[in-house]
């Protein structure tokens, strides 16, 4: 008799720990649904990719990370929402970069994420040529002040 007892009173507790198990599973996917729809509201930029655009590559990262640093998000937070808002052709690059880096055993953080975009979609070459435009400018005969005003 006490064998049966200890038998039910075992499955009895298994049953509840993965009741609680399930729960606590369900909770916290609730609360990362919940944080990105936070996240969403913020209105997040998407981002397509295709012709490089120098402009767009930065203007995306940098709105992107203000949004991070405004909610406090963490480092899977960081590559969960920030690779969330690519598409198209950003997408399929992410998926593949992904996937090359998860078989390689890389740890995917948001700084590694950010690198990759970085040469992907501002490679250090681009970087270079843009620089060299920059310190090339010409202001005529005007000061950099006139220039500026």
């Not at 203007?59 to 480092?75: D, Q, V």
């Not at 953080?109 to 040529?129: G, M, N």
Request: proline share 1%; hydrophobic share 40%.
């Amino acid at each position: 008799m006490a064998g049966r007892n200890d038998a039910a009173l075992a499955a009895a507790l298994q049953a509840m720990a993965q009741s609680v198990q399930n729960n606590n599973n369900q909770n916290a996917g609730d609360l990362q649904f919940r944080n990105l729809e936070r996240f969403q509201s913020n209105k997040p930029p998407k981002f397509e990719g295709g012709i490089i655009d120098l402009d767009n590559a930065q203007k995306w990262l940098k709105a992107i990370e203000k949004i991070f640093r405004t909610m406090g998000c963490n480092e899977d937070q960081k590559v969960q929402f920030g690779t969330h808002m690519l598409e198209g052709e950003a997408e399929d690059w992410w998926d593949n970069s992904r996937q090359r880096m998860e078989a390689a055993g890389t740890a995917i953080t948001w700084a590694v994420f950010r690198a990759e975009f970085l040469e992907k979609y501002f490679s250090e070459d681009a970087r270079s040529k843009r620089e060299i435009e920059f310190l090339e400018l010409k202001q005529g005969t005007m000061t950099v002040d006139e220039y500026a005003a």
